[in-house]
């Protein structure tokens, strides 16, 4: 996706966010470019209603930080949306899932596995996330102990 469709894609959050009319968000564009439609803008022009936006209040939502979930149907959506869950709970990317599959079964994307490959790296998900809570909590009786003394 180009810039330009970027902003636009931004600034039209930002009105449905901030709870404007088409006319109020027309005045907008026009206050701040003298232009009334974003497609007739430069780059530039975008980038400055964006801001006059956000001076409004509008915030921006940062990216996803675990990557797009990869789409799957039927039975498999559970699955995906565990492993889903394990990810996010462990600060992880989908990337490290398909790291996973690929070590695992040679097959680098998720969405290619078998319902039993599916299930297996669910399992393997599931030892890590045991395995990394369990280091969590003894590094937190380790800093807790010094303080006992």
């Known amino acids: 996706m180009s810039n330009k469709k970027i902003l636009m894609a931004k600034i039209h959050i930002a009105k449905k966010d901030l709870h404007l009319d088409d006319d109020t968000y ?19 022009q975008l980038q400055d209603v964006a801001k006059d936006m956000e001076a409004s209040g509008f915030k921006p939502k940062a990216a996803p930080k675990h990557g797009k979930k990869p789409s799957v149907v ?3 959506e559970p699955l995906m949306g565990k492993i ?8 992880l990317h989908w990337n490290y899932a398909h790291g996973m599959a690929d070590s695992m079964f040679k097959i680098k994307r ?25 280091k969590a909590a003894s590094n937190e009786r380790k800093k807790a102990e010094p303080e006992r003394k």
Not at 84 to 91: C, Q, R, S
Not at 126 to 131: G, Y
Request: with cysteine; glycine share 6%; proline share 0%.
């Open 84 to 91: 889903h869950a394990m990810l996010t709970d462990m600060g």
């Open 26 to 44: 027309r005045d907008v564009l026009w206050r701040v470019t003298g232009k009334r439609s974003c497609k007739d803008m430069t780059i530039a």
């Open 110 to 134: 998720l969405q290619w596995l078998n319902d039993s490959q599916l299930y297996k790296l669910t399992q393997a998900l599931s030892v890590h996330q045991k395995r990394e809570a369990r």
């Open 74 to 76: 039927g039975k498999r």
